[in-house]
Structures are given as C-alpha cells and as structure tokens.
C-alpha cells in the first residue's frame, strides 16, 4: 500500500519497482495507491501502471494509510492469513523486497522493520554525507534503530490486533511500532533490508523525512 500527495513525478517508478519485487518473491500482489488530496495526475499515472487507486481528501498519512489497508482487509474471508506492507511514493523498493519479508515472517515475525538509503543524485553534499553519518549512529549489527512507514511490513494479524494505523498527519509508523513492542510482538529489524527515498527538502507530510534532511545543519 502507497500513500501518495501529488507524487506524479514519482509514482511510476515506486508502482514498477514494487510489481519487480512481487515478481522475484514468486508471491502475489494487490498493490493499492491511496491518491491523497492529489491535484495532479498521481492517481492516473498508477492506474495505468494497473495499481488499484484509492482517492480520499484527508490530507493525512496516517489516515491514508490506514484506509489502503481497510481496502485491503476488507471482506477477505481469510485476512489474518495476509501480509501487509507500506512504502513510499518516492521510495524505490529493491527487488528482493517481499522476498526477505517473507522470509522473516516463516521465522515468526509480527513486523518487519527496514533502513532508507537517500538517492546518490537527489541529495547535495555535504548534507549527505552528514545525513548518512547521523542515521549510521542507529544501525548495528544485526538490528537498528529506525523506523519508517516507507520500509514497513506486517502480518495483519497483528495489524488487526493493534487496531492499525491511527490517522495522524505524521509519526503514524512510529505510533503503530511502539503499539506492537507494548504489545509484546516480535519485531524484525533487519538492518540491510533497504528501500531508496528521495532526498528531497520539501516532503508531502508535516515532520516527515523531509522535513528530517531539512535540519540536519
């Protein structure tokens, strides 16, 4: 499931990468867009990479979030057998994406928690190496410390019993992790398990990445 505010600059890419990554894991896919106040051609663009495009007005993350998955979930007649992931729509997943998520959930996770990587090009020295020597500070080895709504996946299962994603216009990921380790649930945070965000200074949600890139000095 991919939030999106006016990502038609992006959106093709993001759709394509994830359908490679359906394809390498060998597993089916029902990719939905949630198109998300848009005023350009974010929602056409998906359709015509044959994503399912949800529209709504909220203008909140969050709340686009958790009305993909209530698409998604909605009258399955088996959803606890599910596996729900989220990125970004100016995220590139790599090819082994579900592949490795699949793997940590044969192992018994619950959730599935991987690091974003900035774009070589999208992303101006020397912010970047500063950018890259801060976030390195949360990686060790085996595990790390971030969390991100662009590199998230989970059984939905434990999504139903966390009640999902709760509509806020930012920090929904962060909300809906510490709501699961409250909970007592295995989370999984691989720390080579990466997706690839842009660097750009002016994001589409208050507080998100963006903003983040935009203070580092």
Request: aromatic letters at 6%; hydrophobic letters at 45%; charged letters at 25%.
């Amino acid at each position: 499931m991919v939030p999106a505010h006016d990502e038609a600059p992006s959106i093709g890419a993001a759709v394509d990468a994830l359908r490679r990554a359906a394809r390498v894991a060998r597993t089916p896919l029902r990719l939905i867009v949630v198109a998300d106040a848009c005023g350009d051609r974010t929602a056409e663009i998906a359709r015509s990479r044959d994503a399912e495009v949800l529209e709504i007005g909220a203008r909140s993350v969050g709340a686009a979030r958790r009305a993909g998955f209530e698409l998604a979930l909605a009258g399955h007649r088996s959803p606890e057998r599910l596996w729900l992931a989220t990125t970004d729509a100016d995220t590139l997943v790599p090819p082994t994406w579900f592949a490795r998520q699949l793997s940590h959930r044969a192992q018994g996770a619950d959730m599935v928690l991987g690091t974003v990587g900035v774009g070589r090009a999208s992303l101006a020295e020397p912010r970047r190496t500063r950018w890259r020597t801060d976030y390195a500070l949360g990686v060790h080895r085996g595990f790390h410390e971030h969390v991100h709504g662009a590199n998230l996946s989970m059984t939905a299962r434990a999504y139903l019993t966390l009640g999902g994603f709760r509509p806020l216009p930012r920090d929904e990921d962060v909300d809906l992790y510490l709501r699961a380790t409250a909970a007592g649930m295995r989370v999984v945070r691989p720390p080579t398990l990466t997706v690839v965000t842009s660097g750009r200074l002016t994001g589409r949600a208050p507080g998100g990445f963006a903003h983040f890139l935009k203070e580092i000095p």
